[in-house]
């Protein structure tokens, strides 16, 4: 009797833990709307860090590279509509929230997202301690808990058939914590261009994984 009880209690531990995780890990493989568990929470959608058009070269600082980030910071924030979830903040408030706090916060423009570009981070992984203090600082300005950070856009094009491609990649952090809960590569194409129609295209793929259409 007794080992049947504890059986049970085990189970039923298991099952518990079980539910309890899927509810929180919006990475579930089957999952087609990833963000959308986070609508409700507060999230603040950091400005595109990196962008290059070699997988291999960064060509950031650009004047055409640093006019695409902004592009693509605005397309995203218009891709989530006149209603975006009402406790999500996005970059173009978050850019001039740091600036009116020059001097006391990180600039959200030249975050260290180094270890978030070479590979696709797992979720539970821990973030830099450089980025650590920078996503800390932002966030302070308001009541984010989560980040949502494209940390790079690039361009390159496909051997098969020489059709340029664009990947946008989007990781989400728990604050808090200092962990990645989220990560995804975002492809568009064609993308022959660092242009708005590019910007778009991505802002829109982002915009419906989190539950928008």
Not at 8 to 35: I, K, Q, R
Not at 159 to 166: D, H
Request: with cysteine; hydrophobic share 45%.
């Amino acid at each position: 009797m007794k080992k049947a009880l504890s059986t049970t209690v085990l189970f039923a531990t298991l099952f518990s833990a079980a539910c309890a995780g899927s509810a929180l890990n919006p990475s579930s493989p089957d999952a087609v709307e990833p963000l959308s568990a986070f609508a409700g929470r507060a999230v603040a959608v950091f400005p595109l860090q990196q962008v290059s058009e070699e997988p291999s070269v960064s060509s950031s600082h650009s004047d055409l590279a640093t006019a695409f980030r902004q592009t693509v910071d605005y397309e995203i924030r218009f891709a989530f509509g006149e209603a975006p979830p009402s406790r999500w903040i996005f970059a173009p408030a978050i850019v001039a929230s740091a600036r009116r706090n020059a001097g006391m916060t990180a600039d959200p423009t030249k975050l260290v997202v180094e270890g978030l570009t070479e590979k696709l981070p797992e979720p539970g992984g821990n973030i830099s301690e450089t980025l650590r203090t920078q996503v800390r600082q932002l966030v302070a300005l308001s009541e984010a808990r989560y980040v949502l950070l494209p940390a790079s856009v690039r361009f390159y094009e496909q051997r098969q058939n020489g059709t340029r491609r664009a990947t946008m990649r989007v990781v989400l952090i728990d604050a808090r914590l200092a962990q990645v809960r989220w990560a995804e590569d975002i492809t568009t194409e064609p993308a022959p261009a660092l242009n708005r129609a590019a910007a778009a295209a991505l802002a829109s793929r982002l915009a419906v994984m989190a539950g928008l259409h």
